[in-house]
T-cell receptor, first 114, second 113 residues
Framework: DAGVTQSPTHLIKTRGQHVTLRCSPI?????VSWYQQVLGQGPQFIFQ???????GRGNFPDRFSARQFPNYSSELNVNALLLGDSALYLC?????????????FGQGTRLTVV | DAKTTQPPSMDCAEGRAANLPCNHS???????VYWYRQIHSQGPQYIIH???NNETNEMASLIITEDRKSSTLILPHATLRDTAVYYC??????????????FGGGTRVLVKP
């Protein structure tokens, strides 16, 4: 079975642009979470979606948004990119809402803002 | 979520046991202790979790003190592939607070030949 897949793996954007990152969870998993990992730090929670509804939001500005589709895949959108948005963006999937005991992470999308 | 404190780095010898400490002195009664690791340029990988009893799986053992204020992750026979950043996390399972993992800085473990 395929694990969590994220696309693209790398991308470079210019300040002020918009970016969309994509995540496909493990088959059968209904929960998708997004994390931002700045170089040298641990991942920071951005959003969690379960059954297409937002179930949690971290301390990120409104420039960050996400959604989950009927097939449980998810998109993370970031508007008006800043240099500080350069990071590894990780997606994690789990079968349940908050009752899960293990979250499975993808390999991440490395975003560079220049 | 309770905060955790880990040493920033540690070395261990290949083939020897690696003991990774974690302090979580403010842990609540319903919070579990989780360990994840992140090998360079990959996503975090679940290792093990526990509430108050010691736990063992094919990857590692987790020893939680009786007062639950600290724990130790044990890699029984470290290999070069165990070189990674190891994160100790406390988390409630269920409820609104259970929908995320709160990562700290972790411990950077270097396994040397």
């Amino acid at each position: 079975d395929a694990g969590v897949t994220q696309s693209p793996t790398h991308l470079i954007k210019t300040r002020g642009q918009h970016v969309t990152l994509r995540c496909s969870p493990i088959s059968g998993h209904k929960s998708v979470s997004w994390y931002q990992q700045v170089l040298g730090q641990g991942p920071q929670f951005i959003f969690q979606y379960y059954e297409k509804e937002e179930r949690g939001r971290g301390n990120f500005p409104d420039r960050f948004s996400a959604r989950q589709f009927p097939n449980y895949s998810s998109e993370l959108n970031v508007n008006a990119l800043l240099l500080g948005d350069s990071a590894l963006y990780l997606c994690a999937s789990s079968p349940l809402d908050s009752q899960w005991t293990e979250a499975f992470f993808g390999q991440g999308t490395r975003l560079t803002v220049v | 979520d309770a905060k955790t404190t880990q040493p920033p780095s540690m070395d261990c010898a290949e083939g020897r046991a690696a003991n990774l400490p974690c302090n979580h002195s403010t842990i609540s009664g319903n919070e579990y202790v989780y360990w994840y690791r992140q090998i360079h340029s990959q996503g975090p990988q679940y290792i093990i979790h526990g509430l108050k009893n010691n736990e063992t799986n094919e990857m590692a053992s987790l020893i939680i003190t009786e007062d639950r204020k600290s724990s130790t992750l044990i890699l029984p026979h470290a290999t070069l592939r165990d070189t990674a950043v190891y994160y100790c996390i406390v988390r409630v399972v269920g409820g609104a607070a259970g929908n995320k993992l709160t990562f700290g800085g972790g411990t950077r473990v270097l396994v040397k030949p």
